[in-house]
């Protein structure tokens, strides 16, 4: 079973930046489709952005044109870029592909 580590999540003031990486232990995301999900506390996990294994991007509305997700070309790892980033969108953030989840990665946005 393939193994996902999220990275790069921290602590940004609103209106910054950051990157997450999700490291797969196997070159599968040239072949599988993946997505990063977020939860807040109190809320449901709900999906953020996905990709196919043929590039074909889809974001969540509440992200759109302030989130891009991307990969490398190797098929290891998985980015999520974050702009304009609001206190809304402080949550764990999860990478999801296949049947494997990471264990999640911290993001707080303070106002």
């Known amino acids: 079973q393939v193994q996902l580590v999220e990275s790069g999540g921290g602590l940004v003031q609103a209106g910054g930046s950051l990157r997450l990486s999700c490291a797969a232990s196997?070159?599968?995301?040239?072949?599988?489709?993946m997505s990063w999900s977020r939860q807040a506390p109190g809320k449901q996990r709900e999906l953020v952005a996905s990709?196919?294994?043929?590039?074909?991007?889809n974001y969540a509305d509440s992200v759109k044109g302030r989130f891009t997700i991307s990969r490398d070309n190797a098929g290891n790892t998985v980015f999520l870029q974050m702009n304009s980033l609001k206190p809304e969108d402080t949550a764990v953030y999860y990478c999801?592909?296949?049947?494997?989840w990471g264990q999640g990665t911290q993001v707080t946005v303070s106002s």
């Open positions: 999801n592909a296949i049947s494997s």
């Open positions: 196997m070159s599968i995301f040239s072949t599988n489709a």
């Open positions: 990709i196919t294994s043929g590039g074909r991007t």
